[in-house]
């Protein structure tokens, strides 16, 4: 069964350019779909991206993350993917409650090793192959580095 494959011309929202895309849904949804999504020429795509990318690094680097190595592309999606799963780590730090201020302290500490390793990986690949990384994981590794300092 083959899909059937509607193109549209439409305008870059920031250059205000016209060009094609090719869309695989019905055409009353592509209708929607070209009239309501907010449409980037390639040119304007990657400049969105790479200032959007400069911006989390920028983020990265103001709290101790390196630059990232890697393809321009790379470096973008693993931007990004970072800036996520350091957002899992803080929502796990605020989100944990403690008996006493030694809990805390040894909490904190771990935490603190933890964003250590992560600062050691300057690599976009390892970002990109760690994006599934969920807060369970996070605080297990947390939890073994918290037993490896009492």
């Known amino acids: 069964m083959t899909e059937d494959v509607y193109t549209y011309d439409v305008r870059c929202r ?24 907010d449409w980037y020429c390639e040119k304007c795509k990657k400049e969105y991206f790479s200032e959007q990318t400069k911006k989390l690094a920028k983020a990265h680097l103001a709290i101790g993350f390196p630059e990232l190595n890697g393809s321009l592309k790379m470096v973008s999606w693993a931007e990004k ?8 780590v803080d929502y796990l730090r605020k989100s944990l409650k403690f008996e006493n201020d030694d809990e805390k302290e ?9 964003f250590r390793e992560w600062q050691e990986k300057t690599e976009a690949k390892w970002w990109i192959d760690h994006r599934k990384m969920t807060i369970r994981n996070i605080s297990k590794r947390v939890a073994e580095i918290s037993e490896l300092i009492k």
């Open 14 to 37: 920031t250059c205000r350019t016209m060009f094609k895309v090719q869309l695989f849904e019905s055409h009353q949804k592509n209708l929607f779909l070209v009239d309501k999504k």
């Open 81 to 88: 993917i970072r800036a996520e799963l350091i957002n899992k």
């Open 106 to 114: 040894q909490s904190g500490k771990a935490f603190d090793m933890f």
